[in-house]
């Protein structure tokens, strides 16, 4: 779908399989080191200049992003978004969207085209994921008419069910 000038696509897969993009988001941990989930998947195949890279920054607190360059990945800058603990963290929405308006910020700045999200807190943090994606519906619609570089935004979710959430919000917020 598209939001003013900003093409909006959802798919599932793997957050580092996106060659074609610009910036890819990490889930990160406020040390900003290798981890779990996506943070394990980005900190593997960047290899372990990335780490490095990250020391100057951390830690960071919920709802904040920093923004590094890719290493042996195939994209150019990596924007490393530390999301809420589901339930430790409040108020979690508005952390959850400062993730996902940070990131976008941090992409506007560096003149960045296009950024691939994953479904940040959903996984290790426990954010539902009909909640969360509430959220990043919610904050596209915010942020799109205000882009002046970023034409591409790709939701690269892990599972099936997640991707079909996605989905449904996203086509029942255009249809309202
Ligand atoms: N590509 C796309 N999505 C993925 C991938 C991948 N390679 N791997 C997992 N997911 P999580 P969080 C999905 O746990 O909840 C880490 O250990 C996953 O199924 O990566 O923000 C960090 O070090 C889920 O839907 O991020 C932190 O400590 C979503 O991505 C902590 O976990 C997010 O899962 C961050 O937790």
Do not use: W
Request: proline residues 6%; negative net charge; charged residues 20%.
């Amino acid at each position: 779908m598209k939001i003013e000038n900003v093409q909006i696509e959802v798919t599932t897969g793997n957050i580092v399989n996106q060659p074609d993009i610009a910036a890819i988001v990490n889930a990160a941990n406020a040390q900003l080191r290798t981890g779990g989930g996506v943070a394990g998947a980005i900190n593997r195949a960047a290899g372990p200049g990335l780490e490095k890279e990250c020391v100057q920054y951390a830690p960071v607190k919920p709802g904040e992003a920093v923004i590094t360059k890719a290493h042996d990945l195939p994209n150019q800058y990596v924007i490393h978004c530390l999301g809420p603990v589901y339930g430790v963290d409040h108020p979690e929405s508005l952390l959850l969207a400062n993730c996902y308006r940070n990131a976008i910020r941090l992409a506007e700045e560096n003149k960045i085209d296009s950024i691939a999200f994953p479904a940040i807190s959903t996984g290790a943090f426990g954010y539902p994921v009909e909640e969360a994606t509430d959220v990043v519906v919610s904050v596209i619609h915010e942020v799109c008419p205000g882009l002046h570089y970023l034409r591409k935004l790709r939701f690269v979710l892990f599972s099936k069910s997640d991707f079909a959430v996605y989905q449904r919000k996203l086509t029942a917020s255009a249809a309202s």
